[in-house]
């Protein structure tokens, strides 16, 4: 497999569940076990295009029991022979393998995945984010003699960069560090949020500077949070900025 890699360091480890369940694509060469001409192979991959059940193969990191995942779009680009080359958009955790082997079974000759490239995951997509590995050994040593840090910024990015696709929830300043305390997020710390946010959805929660705090599960929609005075918003999943980023202006309730 080769293709769109996002890879963490330090404090960044801490959204990668934003990105497990971000949107991949990938590119597909399928091989098939018998000769089908391109008409039928068009029809079903066709019929793999909604919500479909999946139990991981047997050298899965996963287990193996049957669950859905969803086919955003899978478009037929050509076929050679036994080879078939396909674009499938997918949910996050979609076997693109077990997807080939369907197929086949489906189609009644067989089918095995010969090459994947992904080539989108979340907000990173190949032509536009990806740097190859040579190029960031090549960079790490100019770093290591020149100590410039702009040249870190040419294959490093700011981690708010994977959180472009997550729904977002802005606060004041007074609420950063309670929150990067691990208090839950309240309604009167809010000062905005993007529409469309549903209850139960992952979002993230941002200063005014568009600085990442936290990852929090939402208990309520945009249009409640726009007009509620007083509750809890969103319970905390996980905190990114390092407490003392932001002056404590909150209590801790401690007797004196």
């Not at 190029?135 to 003699?145: K, N």
């Not at 840090?149 to 994977?162: D, G, H, S, Y």
């Not at 929660?205 to 309520?220: D, Q, R, S, V």
Request: hydrophobic share 40%; glycine share 8%.
């Amino acid at each position: 497999m080769t293709g769109v890699l996002p890879v963490t360091l330090e404090d960044s480890t801490k959204i990668v569940q934003a990105l497990l369940h971000s949107g991949k694509e990938y590119v597909c060469v399928m091989k098939l076990h018998g000769d089908v001409e391109e008409t039928p192979v068009k029809k079903v991959l066709a019929e793999f295009q909604d919500q479909i059940y999946q139990r991981p193969p047997l050298r899965a990191s996963v287990k193996r029991q049957l669950r859905t995942r969803r086919i955003y779009y899978i478009d037929f680009l050509e076929i050679d022979g036994r080879n078939v080359l396909f674009k499938v958009g997918c949910e996050g955790g979609t076997y693109i393998r077990k997807l080939c082997y369907d197929i086949g079974e489906i189609l009644g000759v067989g089918a095995h995945m010969q090459e994947l490239r992904r080539t989108l995951a979340g907000p990173f997509t190949e032509n536009k984010n990806c740097v190859r590995l040579h190029d960031v050994a090549y960079w790490f040593l100019e770093w290591q003699e020149k100590k410039d840090p702009n040249i870190l910024r040419k294959f490093i990015q700011p981690m708010e960069t994977a959180l472009a696709l997550v729904p977002k929830i802005m606060v004041r300043d007074s609420a950063v560090d309670a929150l990067c305390h691990g208090a839950n997020l309240n309604a009167p710390g809010i000062l905005a949020a993007e529409t469309g946010v549903t209850k139960g959805a992952m979002v993230a929660i941002l200063t005014l500077k568009g600085e990442a705090i936290a990852l929090a599960k939402t208990l309520i929609s945009t249009e409640e949070i726009l007009n509620l005075k007083h509750g809890t918003v969103a319970t905390l999943q996980r905190v990114v900025m390092p407490r003392g980023t932001y002056p404590k202006v909150w209590k801790s309730g401690k007797a004196k």
